[in-house]
C-alpha cells in the first residue's frame, strides 16, 4: 500500500480551525487525535457496534411482520382428480402475542376428506389466536424486541469504550514521541557544550595555559555526550513509528511521519483542554452516565428481560383459536355466531425440569451481573481517586524537580566560571554536569509521569474528545 509523508496531510491543512496558527512542522495533539479517530481503521470497526445493533433491532422487528401463507396440494391418477386442496391465509402478529389471521380456502376432488369440504366458491375465515398461558405477557419475539432496543445504548456504550482505548493508546504513542523529542534536545544542547568546552581545552593546552591531560578528560565527556545523544536519537525514531500506527487517511491509506515534523509544546494544563482532565471537572463528573456503567446496566436490563421470559416458560402452552367463516368475503358484517372454526392447544411437561433449570441459570446471570456491576462501580470511583491523587503528586514533584534543576544549572555556570578563572577542572565541571543531566532526566520522567497519568484520567473516565470532521 502507498505511504504518505505527514508533511503532504499537515500541508493540505485539513482542519479549517488551525489555519490561523498553522504551521507545517507542528503536529498538536488535537490534530493527531482528529486523524486518528476519523480515519483509523480501529475507529471505523468501533462504529460497526452501532451497526450491528441497528441490524439485530431490525431482525427482532422481523418477527413482527405480516406474513402470507399459501399451502396447495393435488393429486391426479388415471384421470381421476383424487383431491385438489387450496389453503391461504394472512397473519399479522401483535405485542401481546395475539395473531390476527384471515384466510381463504377451496378444495374440491373424488377422495376429499370431507373436514375440507367447502362451497363450490371457496370458503373465507377471519379470526384471532390468543395464548392464554405461556407467553400472554411475553414471549420469544417480544424478548427479542426488547433486548434488541436495549442493544442499542449497550453497543454505544461498547463503541466508546472501544474508541476510547483507541484514543488513549494514541495518547500514550505522542507523549512517548514528545518526550523523546524533548531528551534528544537535552543530549544534542550538553554534546554540542562539551564539543564548544573541548575545543576551548584543546587550544588552551596548545597553547601551554594548563595540562594537555584535560584535553582527553574532556574528548571522553564529548564521546558519553555523543553516545547518549545516539541512544536519544534510537529512541525517537522508535517513537516515532509507533506514533506512525495510529496515522491514517481517507480510504485506509496509512501516514509514514516525516522526522521534520515536531510535537507540541505540552503543558499540563494543554493537556487537560484535549483530554478534558481538569480536576476541578471531577466535581461534576456521574458515575452513572460511565460507558462501562452504561454498558452493565444494559446488560441487566437484558438478562432481567431474560429471566422474565425464562419464568414464563414455567406456565402450560395453552392456545385458543377462533375463526368465524363465510362464503363471501363482503359478508363478514353480518356474520352467522353458528358458522366458526375453533380450537385448543394444551401443553405441560410434567416435571418441568428443563424449564426450572434455564430459569435458575437466567437468575444466576443476573445476580453475577448485578455483583459485576457493584464491583465495577467500586472499582471505577477508587480509580478516578487514585489518579486524582497521582496528578496532584506529581504536581508538586515536579515544581520540586524544577526547582532542583534551577539549582544544578547555577552550580554548573559557577563552576565553569571559576574554571575560566583557573580555579576549577574539567572533572568538577564534569560532575557539576553529569549531576544537572540526571536532574533533567528527573523532571522529564516526572513529567512523563504526570502527563500520562492524565492519560490515564482520561482512560478511566472515558472522555469524549470533540474534533471536526473533514
Known amino acids: 500500500m502507498m505511504r504518505f509523508c505527514l508533511c503532504f496531510w499537515l500541508l493540505i491543512g485539513s482542519f479549517a480551525n488551525a489555519q490561523d496558527n498553522f504551521n507545517e512542522n507542528i503536529l498538536t495533539l ?20 452501532i451497526s450491528s445493533a441497528q441490524a439485530y433491532l431490525l431482525k427482532s422487528r422481523g418477527a413482527f411482520d405480516p406474513k402470507v401463507e399459501v399451502d396447495w396440494n393435488t393429486k391426479e391418477f388415471k384421470n381421476t382428480e ?27 376432488g373424488e377422495f376429499l376428506n370431507p373436514q375440507n369440504s367447502v362451497p363450490d366458491d371457496g370458503l373465507y375465515n377471519a379470526g ?17 424486541l426488547k433486548q434488541a432496543k436495549i442493544m442499542q445504548d449497550l453497543n454505544q456504550a461498547q463503541r466508546d469504550l472501544r474508541l476510547n482505548q483507541l484514543l488513549y493508546d494514541a495518547v500514550i504513542a505522542y507523549l512517548d514521541w514528545y518526550l523523546a523529542n524533548r531528551e534528544v534536545e537535552l543530549f544534542r544542547n550538553f554534546s554540542e557544550k562539551a564539543e564548544v568546552r573541548f575545543q576551548g581545552i584543546k587550544e588552551s593546552a596548545l597553547a601551554g595555559d594548563i595540562p594537555t591531560i584535560d584535553t582527553l578528560e574532556a574528548g571522553i565527556i564529548v564521546q558519553n555526550r555523543n553516545l547518549s545523544l ?49 480536576l476541578l471537572q471531577l466535581d461534576d463528573f456521574v458515575l452513572e452516565n460511565h460507558p462501562k456503567i452504561v454498558a452493565l446496566d444494559n446488560k441487566i436490563e437484558q438478562m432481567e428481560v431474560d429471566r422474565r421470559l425464562k419464568a414464563e416458560m414455567l406456565k402450560p402452552q395453552l392456545d385458543l383459536k377462533y375463526n368465524f367463516i363465510n362464503e363471501q368475503v363482503n359478508e363478514f358484517q353480518s356474520f352467522n355466531t353458528n358458522d366458526f372454526k375453533a380450537g385448543l392447544y394444551f401443553k405441560l411437561p410434567l416435571f418441568l425440569r428443563k424449564e426450572r433449570g434455564e430459569l ?35 504536581l508538586v514533584q515536579l515544581e520540586t524537580y524544577e526547582s532542583i534543576v534551577k539549582d544544578y544549572e547555577q552550580l554548573l555556570k559557577a563552576e565553569e566560571r571559576k574554571f575560566s578563572f583557573g580555579e576549577s577542572s574539567v572533572f568538577l565541571i564534569n560532575s557539576r554536569e553529569v549531576k544537572l543531566i540526571d536532574a533533567r532526566l528527573n523532571e522529564i520522567g516526572v513529567y512523563e509521569t504526570l502527563l500520562k497519568s492524565k492519560a490515564k484520567l482520561f482512560n478511566v473516565l472515558v472522555n469524549e474528545v470533540d474534533v471536526e470532521n473533514d
Open 230 to 278: 545516539e541512544k536519544a536519537n534510537l529512541k525517537l525514531i522508535k517513537s516515532r513509528l509507533k506514533l506512525s500506527n495510529f496515522l491514517w487517511f481517507e480510504n485506509n491509506i496509512p501516514l509514514q511521519l516525516n522526522e521534520n515534523i515536531n510535537p507540541e509544546d505540552l503543558q499540563p494544563n494543554s493537556i487537560d483542554n484535549v483530554l478534558g482532565t481538569n
Open 82 to 108: 383424487y383431491y385438489d386442496v387450496l389453503n391461504s391465509t394472512f397473519k399479522i402478529p401483535t405485542w401481546f402475542g395475539i395473531e390476527v389471521q384471515g384466510g381463504f380456502e377451496k378444495n374440491q
Open 128 to 144: 384471532v389466536s390468543v395464548p392464554i398461558g405461556q407467553g400472554l405477557f411475553i414471549n420469544q419475539r417480544m424478548a427479542d
Open 30 to 49: 488535537d490534530e493527531y487525535l482528529a486523524y486518528v479517530k476519523n480515519y483509523h481503521p480501529i475507529a471505523k470497526i468501533a462504529d460497526f457496534e
Open 360 to 394: 435458575k441459570l437466567a437468575k444466576i446471570k443476573l445476580q453475577e451481573a448485578e455483583l459485576d456491576y457493584d464491583y465495577e462501580s467500586f472499582q471505577l470511583q477508587n480509580k478516578i481517586e487514585a489518579s486524582r491523587s497521582e496528578i496532584e503528586s506529581y
